[in-house]
T-cell receptor, first 113, second 112 residues
Framework: KQEVTQIPAALSVPEGENLVLNCSFT??????LQWFRQDPGKGLTSLLL?????REQTSGRLNASLDKSSGRSTLYIAASQPGDSATYLC????????????FGPGTRLSVLP | NAGVTQTPKFRILKIGQSMTLQCTQD?????MYWYRQDPGMGLKLIYY???????DKGEVPNGYNVSRSTTEDFPLRLELAAPSQTSVYFC???????????FGPGTRLTVT
């Protein structure tokens, strides 16, 4: 059974810092990995999707990497801003038809002005 | 495209009442999902569907039922509501070929 963990559970940094969020999974037979952002009381917003054949994806100040063999993904946020404060979740996509999504518990990020 | 829409946004139920949470997507996605998210917790899969007429149980299906008569709609039915079903419910759909998941805004349900 696929299990997904995220470290750290919570992180507080001053504005302007670069930071890394970690996502680990136990079964490397995955289709894709997706990073989401969730603001308090809101739904999930997709940030980046990394297909299993890719090593990384970039969008603005965000860069996500994927190492299937070691069961790890990282989300790098450059020059953090208070508006980046949210919970960040990763989801691993597997199953026979890519129908299984297993979510990590999330990392709660606070960026202090 | 409206994406994934959910109704209602909020609902308060009394114990033993029933209700249906509506979910609609206009992206012609085959895969659709229902999750619940309890405070401070991760997402738990209730049911999912890989196409019209096909549904399957997730991790926490007890107390819920689903149907998928069309590609667009995937309603979630709560029978005999219990306080343990107090949660935020999210519907999602997945892009064909990309496997990218898109979420609705959620329904906040309280059972008292």
């Amino acid at each position: 059974k696929q299990e997904v963990t995220q470290i750290p559970a919570a992180l507080s940094v001053p504005e302007g810092e670069n930071l890394v969020l970690n996502c680990s999974f136990t079964d490397s037979a995955i289709y894709n990995l997706q990073w989401f952002r969730q603001d308090p009381g809101k739904g999930l917003t997709s940030l980046l999707l990394i297909q299993s054949s890719q090593r990384e994806q970039t969008s603005g100040r965000l860069n996500a990497s994927l190492d299937k063999s070691s069961g790890r993904s990282t989300l790098y946020i450059a020059a953090s801003q208070p508006g980046d404060s949210a919970t960040y979740l990763c989801a691993v996509i597997g199953g026979n038809y890519g129908q299984n999504f297993v979510f990590g518990p999330g990392t709660r990020l606070s960026v202090l002005p | 495209n409206a994406g994934v829409t959910q109704t209602p946004k909020f609902r308060i139920l009394k114990i033993g009442q029933s209700m249906t949470l509506q979910c609609t997507q206009d992206m012609n996605h085959n895969y659709m999902y229902w999750y619940r998210q309890d405070p401070g917790m991760g997402l738990k899969l209730i049911y999912y569907s890989v196409g019209a007429g096909i549904t399957d149980k997730g991790e926490v299906p007890n107390g819920y039922n689903v149907s998928r008569s069309t590609t667009e709609d995937f309603p979630l039915r709560l029978e005999l509501a219990a306080p343990s079903q107090t949660s935020v419910y999210f519907c999602a759909s997945v892009g064909t070929g990309t496997y990218e998941q898109y979420f609705g805004p959620g329904t906040r349900l309280t059972v008292t």
